[in-house]
């Protein structure tokens, strides 16, 4: 199947009711043609429009630390998780709640400096929303910050994360131990999207920022 006959067919299926088609003038930026990467400028405009504090905080968890969204939902009830001393995020095996995973515990770090704030912020609050709750959120939102919603789901923090990672030329074998799957995977649907000078520019002010580069 030729790359345009899939994109026809999974913008047709993908949303039926919603009728969303991808911004033409980001294409590149769609992992496999589905899932919405962002650049660290959508990014701000999508949590500059998020009403809400504790889902500013969601989003900002997310992003940072590359979880699956299960994985950050059982992280609230898991306090003991987050190493506080150490400012690192210690998941087990049973975190993941995945059949197939290619690491049975990770550890994530480094993390920002001030991210125990942004954890009491967490905890404080109530339990993260269902995904599905959380996806329809963050399509709305986006239609807010004049970003095209087509692909935005609770995996395009994961993988935004990754994907600027990656850009910012940290070694693949760190990326691929902090997000918890191999290098193939890595290989495969992170290092062809394509940023341009600006966007690597802000990538890696952003990251710089963040602690998660030098």
Request: with cysteine.
């Amino acid at each position: 199947m030729d790359k345009v006959t899939h994109e026809k067919i999974t913008e047709s299926t993908k949303y039926p009711k919603l009728k969303l088609k991808r911004d033409p003038n980001t294409i590149h930026h769609y992992l496999k043609g589905e899932i919405k990467i962002l650049t660290p400028a959508e990014y701000q405009k999508l949590r500059n429009v998020i009403p809400q504090k504790r889902h500013k905080t969601l989003l900002d968890i997310l992003l940072i630390t590359g979880m699956r969204y299960i994985e950050v939902q059982r992280l609230w009830e898991h306090k003991e998780w987050y190493m506080r001393n150490e400012n690192m995020i210690h998941l087990d095996g049973e975190a993941q709640q995945k059949h197939r995973r290619s690491q049975q515990e990770r550890t994530i770090h480094p993390l920002p400096g001030m991210f125990d704030l942004l954890m009491d912020n967490f905890y404080s609050d109530r339990k993260p929303p269902a995904e599905s709750n959380w996806n329809t959120d963050l399509r709305a939102w986006a239609k807010l910050a004049g970003i095209a919603p087509y692909g935005l789901s609770a995996k395009t923090t994961r993988k935004t994360i990754e994907s600027w990672l990656i850009k910012a030329e940290v070694n693949e074998s760190a990326v691929c131990l902090r997000a918890g799957h191999d290098s193939v995977t890595s290989m495969k649907h992170y290092q062809g999207l394509a940023f341009n000078d600006i966007e690597t520019q802000d990538i890696i002010r952003q990251l710089t920022v963040w602690g998660l580069v030098k």
